[in-house]
T-cell receptor, first 116, second 113 residues
């Protein structure tokens, strides 16, 4: 059973560019969340997708956007990259159980973005 | 979600029990306590969660005080592979929209050989 897979694992961009990160959730999961983890910090919640809609959003600017596809996979897009966007971007999947979102998230290994 | 307080770092000898404390004095009645850990260069891993009763699984035990203002994660026989950052999180199980987890800085647990 494949867990959460993310691509690419590493990438380097320059300021002002745009980036797209991809995530495939664990089999049987229907919800995808994205987190940003700066060096030495805990992960920070960006947003969550369920039924192809953004359901909740953390304190991130509109430069961060996402999408969820019918097969539950997801993309995170970041426009107009800043040096401060350099971080590990983590995707987590979960399942909606008995009408609420499970707090048991399964994380991928992350995509490490470096902005020069 | 309520805020949690954890010590920044702890040491534990290999083979001994590791007891990681977490303070969540402002926790509300519908908030669960979750523990995750993150081994270096990997994504966080779910360990255990509970509401008010003590919980145990194959990885760890969770002891929640009667007033629910603090909890302790216990790794009964720590190994070198348990060296990681451990995050204590409190979270509502909402019936409506989804809500993201709020991670703090966690406790860096170092298992000494």
């Amino acid at each position: 059973d494949a867990g959460v897979t993310q691509s690419p694992t590493h990438l380097i961009k320059t300021r002002g560019q745009q980036v797209t990160l991809r995530c495939s959730p664990k089999s049987g999961h229907d919800t995808v969340s994205w987190y940003q983890q700066a060096l030495g910090q805990g992960p920070q919640f960006i947003f969550q997708y369920y039924e192809e809609e953004e359901r909740q959003r953390g304190n991130f600017p509109d430069r961060f956007s996402g999408h969820q596809f019918p097969n539950y996979s997801s993309e995170l897009n970041v426009n107009a990259l800043l040096l401060g966007d350099s971080a590990l971007y983590l995707c987590a999947s979960s399942a909606r159980l008995a009408g609420h979102q499970s707090g048991e998230l399964f994380f991928g290994e992350g995509s490490r973005l470096t902005v020069l | 979600d309520a805020k949690t307080t954890q010590p920044p770092s702890m040491d534990c000898a290999e083979g001994r029990a590791a007891n990681l404390p977490c303070n969540h004095s402002t926790i509300s009645g519908n908030e669960y306590v979750y523990w995750y850990r993150q081994i270096h260069s990997q994504g966080p891993q779910y360990i255990i969660h509970g509401l008010k009763n003590n919980e145990t699984n194959e990885m760890a035990s969770l002891i929640i005080t009667e007033d629910r203002k603090s909890s302790t994660l216990i790794l009964p026989h720590a190994t070198l592979r348990d060296t990681a950052v451990y995050y204590c999180i409190v979270r509502v199980h909402s019936g409506g929209g989804a809500d993201g987890l709020t991670f703090g800085k966690g406790t860096h647990l170092i298992i000494q050989p």
